[in-house]
C-alpha cells in the first residue's frame, strides 16, 4: 500500500496544480538533479506575436494570406501567432488541402497556387530553397523565429515572430538551483539566435542550451543524460512527446499542452506558474526523507 506521507504530498501538490500519476513518480522526482526544458511553450507563454514581415514582391495582403491559409491547419504556436495577425488585418484566407504537418520544420499543403510550403531553414533546405535573399537579412540577424513561405524551391517571403518569457520560469530556475539541482539544460527545435537569447535570459550557460533540435535529437540528450543521473524533462509539444517518456520523470504543460505531450508524461502541470514545479520538486524531497 501508498504509505499515508505519499497520499498527503500527492493530494497537496494537486492542490497546487501538480498533478502526479501515481506514487513513484513522486518518489522518483525526489531524486532527479537534472532538469531538462523545452523552451517555446514552456519557458516561454507560447503566445508568439508576428514582428516583421518581408514579402519578396512586395505584396503583404497576399503573401500573408497565403501563409496564414496554410497555418490555419497547425496546431503550432507559431501558426496561432499568423492567424490571429491574419484576423487583425481581417484577411479572407482561402482553401488549403493535402495538408502533412513536418515535426520541427513545418507545414506542406496544397493550394490554387499549386504546392505550397510553410516552416523554417530546415523546411527550406528540403524543398532545395535557398534562403540567401537581401531581404531576408534582417529578420535573420534578429534573435527571433524566423518562418518561411514557398512554393517548391521558389521563396515567397518571411516573417518573425517573437515569443515571451513566462515571467515565473527565471524564479522557477532560482528555486531548483536552490534545491540542489545540479544541472538546468534547454532543448528547443527553434534556432540557435532564438535559443541563446531565451537561455541566457534565464541565466544559462551556452553549453546548456540546445538548439535546432528534432523530437529525436532531445530523446537521445535526454538518453545520455539519464545515464548516472536522475532527470526530468518538462515540454508542451507532440514534438517532446518521446522525451518526455524517456525522462525519468516527465512532466507536461497541462493547461495549454498538447494530448500526447499529457499522455507521454508522468506529472501534469495544470498551473502556467511554473514555480509550482520547484515546489512540488521541493515536497517530492521533503516526503522522500520522511518515508526512508
Ligand atoms: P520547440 O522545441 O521550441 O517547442 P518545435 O520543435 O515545435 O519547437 O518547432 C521547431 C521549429 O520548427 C519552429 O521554431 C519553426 O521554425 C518550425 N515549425 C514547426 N512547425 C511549424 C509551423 N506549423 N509553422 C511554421 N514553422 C514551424
Ligand atoms: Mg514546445
Do not use: C
Request: hydrophobic share 50%.
Amino acid at each position: 500500500s501508498v504509505p499515508a506521507a505519499i497520499l498527503s504530498a500527492l493530494s497537496a501538490a494537486a492542490r497546487g496544480g501538480v498533478l502526479f500519476k501515481g506514487g513513484a513518480a513522486l518518489e522518483t522526482l525526489a531524486a532527479v538533479d537534472i532538469f531538462a526544458f523545452d523552451k517555446t511553450g514552456t519557458l516561454t507563454t507560447g503566445r508568439a506575436e508576428v514582428t516583421g514581415i518581408v514579402a519578396v514582391d512586395g505584396n503583404e495582403t497576399d503573401f500573408l494570406t497565403a501563409l496564414a491559409s496554410v497555418e490555419a491547419h497547425s496546431e503550432h504556436h507559431i501558426a496561432d501567432a499568423l492567424r490571429r495577425e491574419a484576423a487583425r488585418r481581417e484577411l479572407e484566407l482561402h482553401d488549403v488541402h493535402d495538408v502533412k504537418a513536418i515535426p520541427s520544420a513545418g507545414i506542406v499543403g496544397r493550394d490554387a497556387g499549386g504546392p505550397v510550403w510553410v516552416g523554417n531553414r530546415r523546411m527550406a533546405q528540403m524543398m532545395g530553397a535557398s534562403l540567401d535573399h537581401d531581404d531576408f537579412q534582417a529578420l535573420q540577424d534578429s534573435a527571433e523565429t524566423v518562418v518561411y513561405l514557398g512554393r517548391e524551391a521558389r521563396v515567397l517571403g518571411a516573417v518573425s515572430v517573437a515569443d515571451t518569457l513566462r515571467d515565473t520560469s527565471a524564479n522557477a530556475f532560482a528555486a531548483l538551483r536552490e534545491s540542489g539541482v545540479k544541472t538546468i539544460a534547454m532543448m528547443t527545435g527553434d534556432r540557435q539566435p532564438v535559443a541563446l537569447r531565451i537561455g541566457e535570459a534565464l541565466g544559462l550557460k551556452p553549453d546548456e542550451i540546445h538548439a535546432d533540435m528534432l523530437p529525436e535529437d532531445k530523446v537521445r540528450l535526454v538518453g545520455e543524460m539519464a545515464r548516472d543521473r536522475r532527470i526530468a524533462f518538462v515540454g508542451d509539444g507532440v514534438n517532446d512527446a518521446a522525451a518526455l517518456a524517456r525522462a525519468d520523470v516527465g512532466i507536461a504543460m497541462g493547461a495549454a499542452g498538447s494530448d500526447v505531450a499529457l499522455q507521454a508524461a508522468d506529472v501534469a502541470l495544470l498551473s502556467e506558474d511554473m514555480e509550482r514545479l520547484a515546489a512540488a520538486h521541493r515536497l517530492a524531497r521533503r516526503t522522500a526523507s520522511i518515508i526512508r
